[in-house]
């Protein structure tokens, strides 16, 4: 039988509100961003061509490098993915490195072309920051990875303080949310004490070599992913540990290339 047209219109209306249909650049609610749990497996590669075989349900790739071809190809592999991005430091090599002003622009950080961030200047890195944020979301990307979130315990060329330091990661926290994407604080263990309810999981370097695995605690006592490597420890020094601990360890070479050996 022939429904009436005013009937078929509204059910079709209801349907697509019901769905959750949008346009790609649309905004997520932040109550279904994604929740990683504790010992969650995944793979990290930022440099190399991304091999797409690894079976793990994780992938954290870099957010500038990949399209949102490969973003939804992994996706299609039953896989979420992590946009890796570098919050704390200037970066020569990215698209968007000449809208960041000199005055904000710092010391190296140990890394070819990188240069800390001002981050005491969010009337100048806010926008950038989202705009950069809105291409993961844009995308697809499930969450982002924030680098460089302690600039506070580095020679930056700036004043920092812990208070900036929690006042500009909050910021990027709830730049993700409001775009629907889990945020993960990358090392900062100092401040996990304060930050654990800003951000969905961690990413940790060298937590085993430094004897510093423990502070990750708060964060799978909440209920929250650790994703951790290590670069100089062979496993059988950190995965009795990290699975005590529900860790996501891995041993990785500092390239962060393909290979990887998990515990």
């Known amino acids: 039988m022939r429904r009436p047209i005013l009937l078929v219109l509204l059910l079709a209306l209801l349907a697509a509100g019901c769905s959750g249909a949008a346009g790609p650049g649309a905004q997520s609610p932040s109550g279904d961003r994604w929740r990683p749990r504790p010992g969650t497996a995944w793979q990290w590669q930022l440099s190399g061509r991304l091999d797409t075989s690894v079976d793990v349900p994780v992938y954290d790739i870099d957010g500038f490098d990949h399209s949102r071809a490969t973003v939804a190809g992994l996706h299609r592999d039953g896989r979420k993915v992590i946009c890796y991005l570098s919050t704390g430091a200037w970066e020569d090599f990215r698209p968007d490195a000449d809208d960041f002003p000199p005055s904000v622009i710092g010391r190296g950080n140990g890394w070819e072309g990188e240069r ?4 005491r200047r969010t009337d100048v890195l806010e926008p950038l920051m989202a705009e950069r944020f809105d291409m993961c979301r844009d995308k697809g990307f499930d969450a982002v990875e924030p680098d460089n979130m302690d600039g506070y315990r580095n020679r930056t060329g700036f004043p920092l303080t812990a208070a900036d330091q929690l006042r ?16 993960g604080l990358k090392n900062d263990l100092d401040q996990i004490p304060e ?11 060298q937590c ?8 990750l605690t708060p964060f799978v006592e909440a209920g929250k992913a650790v994703f ?20 996501s360890s891995l041993l990785k070479t500092y390239e962060l290339d393909a290979w990887r050996r998990p515990c």
Do not use: K
Request: charged share 30%; net charge negative; aromatic share 12%.
């Open 195 to 205: 930050l654990v309810g800003d951000f969905d999981f961690a990413v940790n370097e």
């Open 116 to 119: 800390w961030l001002d981050i």
């Open 208 to 215: 085993a070599q430094y004897g510093e695995c423990d502070a």
């Open 228 to 247: 951790h490597v290590e670069y100089e420890l062979p496993t059988s020094r950190f995965c009795a540990d990290s699975r005590r601990l529900r860790l």
């Open 168 to 183: 500009y990661n909050r910021l990027i926290a709830r730049l993700a949310h409001e775009r629907g994407l889990a945020v």
